[in-house]
């Protein structure tokens, strides 16, 4: 099961007449040695700790190591300040909530599947776990589209980064946006080249994203863009489910991800020196936290 790229994985699906997921759970056996069984197995204990976070994140009142966030995800989840109906509709506002819950228990040093980082880690679950409450589906289908999601995790990997250190907040929320929008095609009919085709929409959308985390802590400005990062991933799934494809092919997508985040200034590479870290509010915010060094 070798490809290095989007083109090569749909050649290899198209030949095999297998989805994405099928190919990454061969590849995972390939690789590891081990049964289907048991990489299924696994990939179901990384749902359960995804599950267990989303609901600790919008019931719990989570207040982070450094006091900077928490109790957002269980005020979207609850709705108590709200005087109207949600601007979004219920679904989008859950998996907003959901996700924004995820990031605020790792700021509170819980356990969360990073995927593809810390950072972005409750895009993914908010997305899939609002959708298969949505739709009442099987643990099982949401294990296969995790699957699909790593593969696209890989391309980008292989071919670019997922880290905001090297290439910016598109690199980390973008690519999970990218995983999850791809995984929620292939969970709904997708083939695998529309998978592709929402991966790389998701891409796009937030291209050029600058990583500039407050006080250099993964809280903020990371928690809201889970909220953003769930809608670009379920957006761009939707557009795609209606026929809508990627004017730009996926691999080009990642290409021009890499190249933009290389031509960041290390400022906006998560140094914490440029961006929303370095306006007066977040300077102020560093020194409550970490004193005047
Ligand atoms: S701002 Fe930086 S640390 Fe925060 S989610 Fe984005 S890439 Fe990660």
């Not at 050029?208 to 990371?222: F, K, M, T």
């Not at 939707?238 to 997508?253: A, R, W, Y």
Request: glycine share 10%; aromatic share 4%; proline share 3%.
């Amino acid at each position: 099961m070798k490809f290095n790229t989007g083109k090569e994985l749909i050649k290899l699906c198209n030949d095999l007449e297998h989805s994405i997921y099928e190919v990454m759970i061969l590849r995972e056996c390939e690789l590891s040695g081990k049964s289907k069984h048991e990489i299924i197995n696994e990939m179901h204990s990384s749902y359960d700790i995804m599950k267990q976070a989303v609901k600790s994140g919008v019931t719990k009142d989570i207040i982070s190591i450094s006091g900077l966030t928490g109790g957002d995800a269980k005020k979207i989840f609850e709705n108590s300040a709200s005087i109207h109906g949600p601007v979004c509709g219920a679904f989008m506002k859950k998996a907003m909530a959901y996700s924004m819950g995820v990031l605020e228990v790792n700021a509170s040093m819980g356990k969360i599947v990073a995927a593809p980082t810390a950072g972005s880690s409750g895009i993914i679950p908010g997305a899939f776990i609002a959708l298969q409450e949505e739709y009442n589906l099987h643990d099982e289908k949401l294990i296969k589209a995790l699957f699909t999601a790593s593969g696209v995790g890989l391309l980008i990997s292989k071919n670019a980064t997922v880290a905001g250190a090297e290439g910016g907040c598109q690199a980390e929320t973008g690519s999970a946006a990218a995983m999850a929008a791809a995984g929620i095609v292939e969970l709904m009919g997708g083939s695998p080249e529309e998978a592709l085709h929402a991966a790389a929409i998701a891409l796009k959308n937030i291209l050029g994203l600058v990583c500039d985390p407050i006080a250099g802590l993964v809280e903020s400005p990371c928690e809201k863009r889970n909220g953003l990062g769930v809608s670009n991933a379920l957006i761009s799934a939707e557009m795609v489910l209606c026929g809508v494809t990627s004017i730009i092919p996926f691999d080009e997508v990642v290409e021009a991800m890499y190249k933009v985040g290389r031509s960041l200034p290390f400022e906006l590479k998560e140094t914490a020196l440029g961006g929303l870290a370095a306006t007066p509010t977040g300077k102020n915010i560093k020194i409550q936290i970490f004193g005047d060094e």
